[in-house]
């Protein structure tokens, strides 16, 4: 090959056996070089015995572990062993190996006999260890069975890697994972994970086409927004999700979607459909969904892609509080605002709220209806309240029946009411009178015992500056009905001021 060709020198040749003792002692990694020929003889007289499941024979008298550790035999150990594991000699470590092999190793050490006791010349395994200063060391073992040594198994080298920092971070992570996994299924608010990606997909491809009036395309298409609707993933929902709309599992609510989101949603969608056109990927807005049992979930939703995922909307976090029950008094506190709790009627502050408003702006012409409660004092002073509040209940069924929209009727005070009837002239008001006074007869003839009988003056007016002389010559028709009511009757008016 010439005097450029590279001969083999002594410093080229393999290590001495010196130079591998040398090599042993200063290995990066902790070292064991051990005996199992005990062991190897006691597996010899299990099998002699009949054993063949070494696992089950191990779990049936936790003592034979125990015996198998005492079958190994330390013949050395590098120095990275004994700073590892706090030792200052090997003669330190052998002399405490109670201390180093104990507790949760025996569980885990299980695996690695039953490779060996299926004949394989080398095993792995993840176990526990324990330094002479107490430290608890999750260290990954590697063994080897040395060549010429495979049928009494009495040179065996171990490789100990000490991934206690490792394993700490798992279990920190796993912890971590399942605090979040706890705070998610069992927090007191509905949660939903969901996956926008296909929705984003959807609204950039609409941009690439040139749209730009997004609002307007979707009142000539509407039919995208349930396209977008059916295009959500849903990743995950927690109990509270379950538990407000009356679903026994995550599966049973994600197969009935459809009976969840509908009716109004539809509308409340485009407009988060809008937002997210313009950029507002953080929401919230009140929505109505429904249960699986059908009723109605009236919803304070948040909603927000998540920071990591703008880009593609992939995972979104939605929070849904249930205001339904807010919402129901709130709709109370209206109707307490508009009406009469006794009658069920309007009431006078609706009365004079309407009444202004027709003023302003119609329609024309308009008539009222002016109705007082004939003997109403009497039947209080006689037979009490109660008798008084039931006759007045009834009244307000009659005029409840009566009148239909967008007429209207209203307790306006203790005995008296009022109807008004926008757009209707006088003709059709005294129409709707005869109508009161049929269905009052019927009311009275289904109501044996105290009879109602009413006074009434209509008037109509056809402009706005009409309306408080109409309602003032109304009022003096129905006086002076109330007062040949009590001339017919002898009675003195001023004896029965109602």
């Known amino acids: 090959m010439g005097e450029s060709a590279v001969s083999l020198s ?22 064991w070089l051990e005996d199992f020929s005990a062991l190897k003889q006691l597996f010899d007289r299990w099998r002699a015995d009949g054993v063949t499941d070494i696992r089950a024979h191990l779990a049936q008298d936790p003592d034979r572990l125990r015996q198998c550790s005492a079958a190994l035999k330390v013949l050395k150990v590098n120095r990275r062993t004994l700073d590892l594991f706090a030792a200052e000699s090997q003669q330190a470590l052998e002399s405490n190996l109670d201390k180093v092999f104990r507790d949760d190793m025996h569980s885990t050490s299980a695996h690695e006999l ?18 002479l200063d107490g430290r608890r060391l999750d260290v990954q073992i590697r063994a080897r069975i040395l060549p010429g040594h495979e049928g009494d198994w009495s040179r065996v080298l171990l490789s100990l890697e000490d991934i206690t920092a490792q394993v700490r971070a798992a279990r920190q992570l796993q912890r971590s994972e399942q605090y979040a996994r706890g705070l998610f299924e069992h927090s007191p608010v509905s949660l939903w994970v969901e996956d926008f990606s296909a929705v984003k997909s959807l609204l950039d491809g609409l941009r690439a086409q ?35 709309f009356g679903a026994d599992s995550k599966a049973t609510l994600l197969n009935n979607i459809g009976r969840v989101f509908r009716g109004e949603m539809h509308e409340s969608f485009a407009e988060q459909l809008i ?57 109370y506190l209206e109707y307490l605002g508009k009406h009469d709790v006794l009658t069920q009627l309007r009431n006078r502050a609706f009365y004079v709220e309407e009444l202004n408003r027709i003023k302003r702006k119609g329609p024309w012409p308009l008539s009222v209806i002016v109705i007082d409660m004939n003997g109403l004092k009497a039947v209080n002073d006689e037979h009490g309240h109660a008798a ?61 015992g105290q009879p109602i009988t009413l006074a009434m ?34 009675l003195n008016r001023r004896q029965h001021p109602d």
Request: aromatic share 8%; glycine share 6%; proline share 3%.
């Open 10 to 31: 002594p410093s080229s040749s393999l290590p001495t056996g010196a130079e591998f003792e040398h090599m042993f002692d200063l290995a990066p990694v902790s070292l």
């Open 114 to 131: 039953w490779q060996l006791w299926s004949g394989q010349l080398e095993f792995s395994n993840q176990t526990v260890n324990y330094a």
């Open 210 to 244: 040139g749209i730009e009036d997004f609002k307007t395309f979707l009142a000539v298409h509407p039919e995208f927004v349930t396209r977008c609707m059916q295009e959500i993933r849903v990743i995950d929902v927690n109990q509270q999700t379950l538990r407000m």
């Open 275 to 331: 937002d997210l056109w313009d950029g507002k990927t953080v929401q919230q807005r009140e929505v109505v969904n429904y249960s699986l049992t059908g009723d109605t979930v009236h919803i304070h939703m948040q909603f927000a892609v998540l920071a990591d995922h703008l880009a593609d909307w992939g995972l979104v976090l939605l929070s849904l509080v249930d205001i339904t029950a807010r919402k129901k008094a709130e709709a």
């Open 388 to 448: 008084g509040d039931s006759m007045l209940r009834r009244l307000g069924e009659v005029l409840a029946k009566a009148v239909d929209a967008p007429a209207c009727a209203a307790r306006i005070g203790g005995d008296e009411f009022a109807v008004l009837l926008p757009g209707m002239d006088e003709r059709s008001a005294l129409a709707l009178q005869e109508r009161i006074l049929s269905m009052l007869d019927l009311n009275n003839q289904f109501y044996p």
């Open 457 to 490: 003056g209509v008037g109509s007016c056809s402009s706005g500056d009409m309306v408080d002389a109409t309602i003032h010559r109304a009022d003096q028709l129905m006086y002076a009905e109330k007062v040949r009511y009590y001339q017919d009757r002898g």
